[in-house]
């Protein structure tokens, strides 16, 4: 059922842009995407967007789960 998806998610590219999910389960079943889908690392840079301190940041995973999104949301990318 994915791999059909993701088939039509591929004919999708070709009339506009993909969304983030659309785009790894493109490539995800080797399907050609509209461009290669993008994670970023963000671990020391979502800590110091956010000014969090690396204690806080590295014994309390719910601080650190919301400093990657708010990093991400400013950086963007297609996978978390």
């Given amino acids: 059922?994915?791999?059909?998806?993701?088939g039509l998610?591929?004919?999708h590219g070709k009339l506009g842009e993909l969304l983030p999910l659309?785009?790894?389960l493109c490539?995800?079943?080797f399907k050609e995407?509209?461009?290669v889908p993008v994670t970023h690392?963000?671990?020391g840079a979502a800590r110091r967007l956010t000014g969090i301190?690396?204690?806080k940041f590295s014994r309390h995973?719910?601080?650190a789960a919301e400093a990657y999104l708010a990093a991400s949301e400013i950086i963007g990318g297609d996978v978390l």
């Avoid at 059922?1 to 993701?6: N, S, Y």
Wanted: no cysteine.
């Fill in 1 to 6: 059922m994915l791999r059909a998806a993701a």
């Fill in 9 to 11: 998610f591929r004919l």
């Fill in 22 to 24: 659309e785009r790894v």
């Fill in 27 to 29: 490539a995800v079943f």
């Fill in 33 to 35: 995407p509209d461009r």
């Fill in 41 to 43: 690392f963000l671990l």
């Fill in 53 to 55: 301190s690396y204690q």
């Fill in 61 to 63: 995973p719910e601080s």
